[in-house]
């Protein structure tokens, strides 16, 4: 199965690659890299703030210090609740969920930690609720 591209995917690159590129003088090198792996990971998937930070401090992902990774992650202009929307779509793609099994889904501490709110919106604008 051949998943699309995101329609705000460009747009959002731009912005992350803006914001980075302004903030970057701030950041230490290992900052500024984990900012580039962030934005890596917000190219292809849809990810919560808690998740990203988690995906680049994990030994089993990119080994960032997490102090590095959460300063990279919000440094990033990013809107979460976009993001739940596209985590969202995509689950939506590959199997059918109930409303409230995808809001749990995405807000699960096991699952993608966006906060009730973001997985609530993005299962909404998905159009599982």
């Not at 302004?22 to 230490?28: F, G, I, P, V, Y």
């Not at 792996?37 to 030994?59: T, V």
């Not at 995405?106 to 599982?128: C, H, I, M, N, P």
Request: aromatic fraction near 8%; charge should be negative.
């Amino acid at each position: 199965m051949k998943i699309a591209p995101h329609p705000l995917l460009p747009a959002l690159l731009i912005t992350l690659l803006t914001t980075a590129s302004a903030s970057a003088q701030d950041l230490t090198g290992p900052q500024r890299n984990a900012v580039r792996s962030a934005e890596n990971y917000l190219s292809f998937k849809g990810f919560s703030r808690d998740g990203l930070i988690d995906q680049l401090s994990s030994s089993y992902g990119d080994g960032y210090e997490r102090a590095d990774a959460t300063i990279a992650v919000d440094s990033l202009s990013v809107d979460w609740n976009e993001q739940a929307v596209r985590a969202a779509e995509l689950y939506l793609q590959l199997m059918g969920f109930s409303c409230n099994g995808l809001i749990e889904q995405l807000s699960s501490d096991a699952g993608d930690k966006f906060t009730q709110s973001e997985a609530a919106y993005g299962a909404q604008q998905a159009g599982a609720c």
